[in-house]
């Protein structure tokens, strides 16, 4: 037993990071070797392999000639991201449709009642949250508890109780997190069938939902979402964090925050382009787009 321990030890030593470094794939295919070795299971390099460089590359592409190069669409984007993103929210409706080239900033009417309905959707999703966030303010009336003049004594007096309230807010901050994952992995699939399907009910179709992630294979899935995490996420954060340091540095840090919040909005449509390209690409891994390669022509009304 020993010998077979020591052999497993070292097969995983030789797949190490400094492997996937060198060469992700084949490290990949090691690593599933071994586990497979050892510990029979039912993955394959074919099953959890996704060509993440190059739908990186392809969302890249797709947002640099969509948005970047298109100054007039850039600044509509804009304009959509202001209006509280309820018109960007129904263009990205259109990316995930598979559209390609990146569509139109056209249809208002259109881009609101979509971008409406994608917006009530992340509001059911979030009931949940809202849920866990409001039960402190009904635990602690008014959510002013801080506020008692005799503070001092209360906690005194009421030590056990308070000891398990503050059991309860730990709990709910892990539920709250746990909440949050599974969010962040059924929310982007959930709105793109809602954007081919055209049906409400298809974004809470979870058992369509969890078939598809199936297809794409849930290994390779979640390591998209984070791998686009942070590609988005560690540029974005840098800015925030050197944009309000120099404000406070300069002593100015309201103006930094506006400064923060203008760049925001400058950056945001081809961020959000890059992220819902790359998101669609993934989704083609279980249901490739049903639509022409090139945009339909508008017809004039």
């Not at 029979?40 to 590359?57: C, I, K, Q, R, W």
């Not at 259109?110 to 409001?134: E, H, N, Q």
């Not at 503050?166 to 059924?186: H, K, N, P, S």
């Amino acid at each position: 037993m020993n010998a077979g321990r020591k052999s497993e030890r070292e097969c995983y030593r030789k797949t190490g990071p400094g492997s996937f470094l060198e060469d992700g794939k084949e490290a990949l295919r090691s690593l599933l070797s071994c586990q497979n070795s050892h510990h029979p299971v039912n993955y394959s390099l074919e099953e959890m392999t996704v060509d993440y460089g190059a739908m990186m590359d392809d969302a890249f592409g797709y947002a640099k000639a969509g948005v970047l190069a298109k100054s007039g669409r850039w600044l509509k984007l804009i304009l959509a991201t202001i209006l509280i993103g309820i018109p960007l929210n129904g263009w990205l409706l259109r990316i995930y449709r598979g559209e390609t080239p990146a569509p139109e900033v056209d249809r208002w009417g259109s881009l609101c009642i979509d971008g409406f309905k994608l917006f009530v959707i992340g509001l059911i999703y979030a009931i949940p949250l809202i849920i866990l966030s409001v039960i402190p303010y009904l635990i602690i009336p008014g959510g002013m508890a801080g506020m008692h003049p005799q503070i001092g004594q209360v906690v005194q007096q009421n030590a056990e109780q308070i000891g398990k309230m503050i059991g309860l807010f730990l709990l709910l901050f892990v539920l709250q997190l746990v909440y949050d994952i599974i969010l962040a992995i059924f929310m982007p699939i959930a709105a793109i069938r809602f954007a081919r399907t055209g049906s409400f009910s298809e974004a809470f179709n979870f058992g369509a939902i969890t078939t598809a992630i199936g297809k794409i294979g849930w290994l390779s899935y979640i390591l998209a979402l984070i791998l686009i995490a942070i590609v988005i996420g560690i540029p974005v954060g840098i800015l925030a964090v050197v944009v309000l340091l120099a404000g406070l540095a300069l002593g100015h840090f309201l103006a930094a925050f506006l400064l923060l919040i203008i760049l925001i909005l400058i950056i945001a449509p081809p961020l959000v382009t890059f992220q819902a390209r790359y998101m669609t690409q993934i989704y083609n891994q279980a249901e490739p787009a049903k639509v022409p390669a090139e945009n339909p022509a508008v017809p004039a009304p």
